[in-house]
């Protein structure tokens, strides 16, 4: 079964609105977790990384005061789309590295499909 | 930086004939390397990796690949592909245990009757 669930699996809004995606790792601590961007029939382009307990380290290019992530937890990061735009439409996925030293495999969510209209 | 160079963008396959992805990265070191495959509107699911070791990996649904580090390559084989194998496949590459991973652009598979 699924070891990391994302919610929701897509949502429209309008723009202007915020959105909030939440990345769950269901059976393991993950002190890291990782969130990516795939417009359509492109590649998935890493956004940031979400690090419990303090700042994400965010790619270069990628706007932080519009992606806000949130990991408070060691089973849960955020993602806050604010103020979104139709530009902003895409599929966004979240992954959590299993704890285990180097040989560590990455674990994907579902994906989220956001539409702004 | 890590790079991953998927140079086919679309291939064609007839189904029950053998199949090869092909996948080139760009790193400093020995990668982790890895192959996934995404249907239309989902996510990624995770067919083999590569870590260290033994060369020749294999995977689920009967993919195998083969890491060269002379070439590096990490090309993607099936030797009789099935309908429902057609897919988007990415290749990625990690460069530490803690990092996120470099996707390259996909290769959408189409399998003819």
């Known amino acids: 079964g699924a070891v990391v669930s994302q919610h929701p699996s897509w949502v429209i809004c309008k723009s202007g609105t915020s959105v909030k995606i939440e990345c769950r790792s269901l059976?393991?601590?993950?002190?890291?977790m990782f969130w990516y961007r795939q417009f359509p029939k492109q590649s998935l382009m890493l956004m940031a990384t979400?690090?419990?307990?303090?700042?994400?380290?965010?790619e270069q290019g990628v706007e932080k005061d519009k992606f806000l992530i949130n990991h408070a937890s060691l089973t849960l990061s955020t993602l806050t789309v604010t103020s979104a735009h139709p530009e902003d439409s895409s599929f966004y996925i979240c992954?959590?590295?299993?704890?285990?030293?180097?040989?560590?495999?990455?674990?994907f969510g579902q994906g989220t499909r956001l539409t702004v209209v | 930086a890590q790079s991953v160079t998927q140079p086919d963008i679309h291939i064609t396959v007839s189904e029950g004939a053998s199949l090869e992805l092909r996948c080139n990265y760009s790193?400093?070191?020995?990668?982790?390397l890895f192959w996934y495959v995404q249907s239309p509107g989902q996510g990624l699911q995770l067919l083999l990796k590569?870590?260290?070791?033994?060369?020749l990996v294999q995977g689920i649904k009967g993919f195998e690949a083969e890491f060269k580090r002379s070439q590096s390559s990490f090309n993607l084989r099936k030797p009789s592909v099935h309908w429902s194998d057609a897919a988007e496949y990415f290749c990625?590459?990690?460069?530490?245990?803690?990092?996120?991973?470099?996707f390259g652009k996909g290769t959408h598979l189409i399998i003819q009757p």
């Open positions: 059976d393991f601590q993950a002190t890291t």
């Open positions: 590569y870590f260290s070791g033994d060369t």
């Open positions: 990625a590459v990690r460069g530490g245990g803690a990092d996120g991973l470099t």
């Open positions: 992954s959590a590295n299993r704890p285990g030293g180097g040989n560590t495999e990455a674990f």
């Open positions: 790193y400093g070191a020995t990668p982790y």
């Open positions: 979400s690090n419990e307990g303090s700042k994400a380290t965010y």
